[in-house]
């Protein structure tokens, strides 16, 4: 389900583009420091001015290096986190064996979901093995909207019959809340 994670593909391009725009400048620098470039001599400074500038100047702009450094590296860090790949699911009965896509299970869940009150509309990603299911569940609330109510309901009533449906003892879920623009 790519919507779950919509601005991840952005974020990951954006950081490629950084990437290489900051390897190339790195490249270009320590080619030009080696006298490797004809367009740059190897004597000549960063700065065309004959002045050094100040200690403090240097160090601000180490400063500003490293934090945006490490800002680049918490955004790298969180683009590690994704939702989980929906799959194949395949029940083991008295009768045999049943296979079935894991959408087949959440649609009428979300289905449940969207008719609470103030809830405009809901996806689920059902994934993993019977052994270790995991489920994601996203629900786009309206500004008006009784977030513990509806959480108090996914709880009560709407996980324990997908529980029930798929005959799971357990189903470890994460519920994200979004709120629409709209009043």
């Known amino acids: 389900m790519t919507g779950?994670?919509?601005?991840?593909?952005?974020?990951?391009?954006?950081?490629?583009?950084?990437?290489?725009?900051?390897?190339?400048?790195?490249?270009?620098?320590?080619?030009?420091?080696?006298?490797?470039?004809?367009?740059?001599?190897r004597q000549a400074g960063v700065l065309y001015t004959a002045d050094t500038p100040a200690t403090g100047v240097l160090l601000a702009a180490g400063g500003v290096a490293v934090v945006i450094g490490l800002l680049s590296l918490r955004w790298l860090f969180a683009q590690l986190s994704r939702a989980p790949k929906a799959g194949v699911w395949r029940l083991e009965g008295d009768d045999g064996v049943s296979r079935f896509a894991s959408n087949v299970a959440t649609t009428p869940f979300c289905g449940e979901i969207e008719a609470y009150p103030g809830v405009r509309a809901a996806r689920a990603v059902l994934?993993?093995?019977?052994?270790?299911?995991?489920?994601?569940?996203?629900?786009?609330?309206?500004?008006?909207?009784?977030?513990?109510?509806?959480?108090?309901?996914?709880?009560t009533e709407g996980l324990p019959r997908l529980r029930e449906a798929l005959d799971l003892d357990i189903l470890p879920a994460s519920v994200e809340f979004r709120f629409t623009t709209t009043a």
């Open 127 to 155: 994934a993993g093995t019977m052994a270790a299911p995991r489920m994601m569940v996203v629900v786009i609330a309206g500004q008006d909207a009784d977030v513990t109510d509806i959480r108090q309901r996914l709880e």
């Open 4 to 41: 779950m994670n919509r601005p991840a593909r952005l974020n990951r391009f954006l950081l490629a583009l950084i990437g290489l725009v900051l390897l190339a400048a790195g490249g270009f620098a320590v080619a030009a420091h080696y006298g490797r470039l004809r367009i740059v001599e």
